[in-house]
């Protein structure tokens, strides 16, 4: 059984992009037996970025299923990590009891999540702003998703849904996109797109394969919707073309 020691570094059974990560012990309470730690160098699975998680704190017995080998010893603690012990505290948080894999997963699909969410402010601040760098940042949060959503015909569970916008005082048809399946559920209803009683034919895919399709013959649009945010930011196709080549 582990001998835990506050500044230890431990390696841990990880999920496959973590795989340099490690642990570092920052805190040990013995009744009850709960190991407080900080994850470093954890991937963020869609936004392609690292970052340190300051403090987890774990049921010794499920950190004793986690960690595999000893690496190293007396490493300072951060601060940030006696910062999140004294909010944990305060607010008499929580104990992990998944392995520390597993924790990770949640964590990073909350953030996932909360990415997907920021699009839209981004849309709304680039419309106020009108700025070249609020414009670069909303390529980037949408380029560095892990998977677009596309509302599929009703009669076809592969081919996204075509709709006719106005903008510019005509008529343009584009593709419906989304960042998340939650706001694409939520479009579905809002423009009645499926019978009373009918499936939501809703299809996540990588950017990638997304795109090859958007820039194919079966793809009759120039331009994909996103969010229906369709007066504040139109992706062309092309310009989506040109984007993932450089990502």
């Given at each position: 059984?582990?001998?835990?020691?506050?500044?230890?570094?431990?390696?841990?059974?990880?999920?496959?992009?973590?795989?340099?990560?490690?642990?570092?012990?920052?805190?040990?309470?013995?009744?009850?037996?709960?190991?407080?730690?900080?994850?470093?160098?954890?991937?963020?699975?869609?936004?392609?970025?690292?970052?340190?998680?300051?403090?987890?704190?774990?049921?010794?017995?499920?950190?004793?299923?986690?960690?595999?080998?000893?690496?190293?010893?007396?490493?300072?603690?951060?601060?940030?990590?006696?910062?999140?012990?004294?909010?944990?505290?305060?607010?008499?948080?929580?104990?992990?009891?998944?392995?520390?894999?597993?924790?990770?997963?949640?964590?990073?699909?909350?953030t996932q999540t909360s990415a997907n969410d920021t699009f839209d402010a981004i849309v709304k601040r680039m419309?106020?702003?009108?700025?070249?760098?609020?414009?670069?940042?909303?390529?980037?949060?949408?380029?560095?998703?892990?998977?677009?959503?596309?509302?599929?015909?009703?009669?076809?569970?592969?081919?996204?849904?075509?709709?006719?916008?106005?903008?510019?005082?005509?008529?343009?048809?584009?593709?419906?996109?989304?960042?998340?399946?939650?706001?694409?559920?939520?479009?579905?209803?809002?423009?009645?797109?499926?019978?009373?009683?009918?499936?939501?034919?809703?299809?996540?895919?990588?950017?990638?394969?997304?795109?090859?399709?958007?820039?194919?013959?079966?793809?009759?649009?120039?331009?994909?919707?996103?969010?229906?945010?369709?007066?504040?930011?139109?992706?062309?196709?092309?310009?989506?073309?040109?984007?993932?080549?450089?990502?």
């Open positions: 059984m582990p001998q835990y020691q506050v500044g230890q570094r431990w390696s841990y059974q990880a999920r496959a992009e973590d795989q340099d990560s490690t642990l570092i012990i920052g805190a040990i309470e013995i009744e009850p037996a709960i190991v407080h730690i900080i994850v470093e160098k954890v991937m963020l699975t869609g936004l392609g970025e690292s970052m340190d998680i300051c403090h987890l704190p774990f049921a010794e017995a499920a950190l004793n299923n986690s960690v595999t080998d000893l690496l190293e010893e007396n490493v300072a603690v951060d601060s940030s990590f006696t910062e999140g012990l004294a909010t944990w505290t305060a607010q008499q948080g929580g104990v992990f009891q998944l392995s520390v894999a597993e924790a990770i997963a949640t964590i990073a699909n909350v419309e106020a702003e009108q700025s070249p760098e609020t414009i670069r940042e909303l390529y980037r949060n949408l380029f560095a998703l892990e998977e677009w959503f596309f509302l599929c015909r009703s009669d076809s569970e592969e081919t996204p849904v075509q709709l006719q916008f106005e903008m510019n005082g005509g008529f343009s048809q584009a593709v419906l996109a989304f960042t998340s399946a939650e706001k694409a559920i939520a479009a579905a209803d809002k423009l009645n797109l499926y019978p009373d009683g009918a499936d939501i034919r809703l299809m996540p895919a990588d950017i990638d394969k997304a795109i090859i399709w958007l820039d194919s013959e079966a793809c009759q649009c120039e331009w994909v919707c996103f969010n229906l945010t369709h007066k504040h930011f139109p992706l062309y196709v092309a310009d989506a073309v040109r984007m993932n080549l450089k990502r």
